[in-house]
């Protein structure tokens, strides 16, 4: 069974995409095509995940499409986002810069879709000789609900990401 986080990283590549940050997912398994601007890379680094109540149960829902009550069952969750730049080596990283503005700018002056960002960080920008790439290291952190959906039966019928209630 899945634990939904593949579903993360398309999330956040398709929300940076639908700002102006061309973004991708890490370990697509398949081959890239090379790219002439920056590109952030998508992964999932860590999930910290702790109950949310009595055996993970949030309670029912009315599945109106249905026309049936669903049990929700989930996690409150801390995941480290990697959401590092990639950059042909030219010039003398100006590219790299840039596009970690615009990076900061969706994240930090949008709204991640189920996630509440917490943390914001980024390192140097470095050579990196096995991509031959321009490389600068950004980390999120971001608190979310894992969410499962059983059926009638009991069995997991579905898998989403939550957004935290914000106080």
């Known amino acids: 069974m899945s634990a ?11 929300y940076l995409n639908g700002r102006g940050v061309p973004a991708v997912t890490a370990w697509p398994g398949r081959a890239r095509q090379e790219r002439e601007e920056p590109v952030v890379a998508v992964s999932v680094r860590g999930c910290k995940a702790g109950p949310a109540g009595f055996q993970n149960y949030l309670g029912e829902r009315y599945d109106g499409e249905t ?23 030219k010039g003398d990283g100006e590219a790299v810069q840039a596009a970690f503005d615009a990076l900061a700018g969706a994240l930090l002056l949008g709204s991640l879709p189920g996630l509440d960002l917490q943390e914001f960080s980024c390192g140097q920008t470095v050579w990196d000789s096995e991509n031959r790439r321009l490389k600068r290291p950004v980390e999120a952190v ?12 009991g069995a997991f019928s579905d898998f989403e990401l939550r957004g935290v209630v914000k106080e």
């Open 4 to 14: 939904g986080l593949e579903k993360v990283r398309r999330a956040v590549a398709d």
């Open 67 to 89: 026309g049936r009550w669903e049990e929700r069952y989930g996690r409150r969750a801390e995941l480290t986002l990697g959401l590092d730049i990639y950059a042909p080596e």
């Open 142 to 153: 971001c608190t979310a609900w894992l969410c499962a959906v059983t059926d009638g039966g």
